[in-house]
């Protein structure tokens, strides 16, 4: 039981350590070698030969819960003990329930610990051999496992079964374990992008300022009408403003051309007076007064034709946007 209890340290210092060896969390294999009984005064009989070729070995199963914590199960046939008579001996083998603690000493080789419990059965076997039992014993053991690959490893290893119906029990053999279960890689694919090109149309600016009677002066309140025209020109490097100055009939046709151009001059300052921008990009030009919109016979019809027309075209928007191609 003494060397339980010293396994116990060894299993707690590999489970603070870090398990690197296979990403497959299931599995089985078998193991051979060789066992030898101690402490056989204990026995529920006499026993006092081994055989001279105690072979011992089982299959064993398991699952990796965490990198460096397993829990394993398996079949273990601990060899056979045979009486001073000759006439019978007992056969020791029984199922173990243990839970497996690795630490990696490099990507491919584990040292690991076991603890765990041993369910035996002592059976008598022969003529006048009797007394068999079964029960529970107290296990514990070492080993190294290499890893030939992530679903093959080898293990040699030393576990010892404490009071087996009386006698201690020590095994020693090598193993052969085969791993799986891990989840299938997820492939991700790398998206596409492709540039979809949209147009948008923005519509055409238009306003008429109105201008008093031989006078090239814009209102105050005409010039805050002239915001949207600001606005499309900050935000569009590719508007243009086209401003055209018109006059009456009355007074000569020389006069009125260049009351016009005055006329289309104050409207065109007024949309450069908070604008840093290219001259080219507001044209101003006087038509005199070569295009009526009413008839000059009348006042009415004369105050509609002095004015100053202001027109942004309407402009085509392309924008490029990175999209996931189908």
């Known amino acids: 039981m003494n060397k339980i209890i010293l396994m116990i340290p060894f299993a707690l210092f590999v489970s ?3 398990h690197a060896s296979t990403d497959n969390p299931w599995y089985a294999g078998a193991r051979a070698g060789a066992s030898h009984i101690t402490n056989m005064d204990d026995a529920v009989t006499s026993v006092t030969k081994l055989e001279d070729t105690n072979f011992a070995g089982g299959v064993f199963a398991g699952y990796q819960v965490t990198p460096w914590f397993a829990l394993e199960t398996g079949y273990t046939h601990l060899g056979n003990a045979k009486l001073d008579n000759k006439q019978g001996s007992y056969e020791a083998q029984g199922a173990d329930f243990v839970t497996k603690f690795s630490y990696a000493i490099s990507d491919s080789v584990d040292i690991f610990a076991k603890a765990g419990a041993f369910y035996y059965d002592w059976n008598a076997i022969g003529s006048g051999v009797a007394n068999s039992d079964n029960g529970w014993s107290p296990t514990a053991g070492a080993g190294l496992e290499y890893f ?4 093959v490893s080898t293990r040699v290893e030393y576990q010892y079964y404490n009071d087996v119906a009386g006698p201690d029990i020590h095994f020693a053999g090598l193993g052969l374990a085969f791993h799986w279960g891990a989840p299938a890689p997820v492939v991700v694919k790398e998206p596409i992008y492709v540039n979809q090109v949209t147009i948008a149309t923005l519509e055409e600016l238009r306003l008429t300022v109105p201008f008093a009677f031989d006078s090239s002066t814009i209102t105050t309140g005409d010039a805050a009408k002239l915001a949207p025209f600001e606005q499309r020109l ?17 007074g000569s ?15 065109a300052d007024a949309l450069r007076q908070h604008l840093n921008l290219d001259s080219t990009r507001i044209i101003a030009q006087g038509r005199g007064e070569s295009d009526p919109v009413a008839s000059n016979q009348t006042e009415e019809g004369r105050a509609q034709n002095r004015r100053v027309d202001i027109i942004s075209p309407s402009l085509d928007i392309e924008t490029s946007t990175q999209v996931i191609a189908e």
């Open 234 to 250: 900050k935000e569009q490097d590719a508007a243009k403003i086209y401003v055209v100055g018109h006059t009456d009939s009355r």
């Open 148 to 151: 030939i690959n992530k679903n």
């Open 16 to 18: 603070n350590s870090v």
């Open 253 to 267: 046709e020389a006069y009125n051309q260049t009351l016009s151009v005055k006329r289309a001059e104050a409207v």
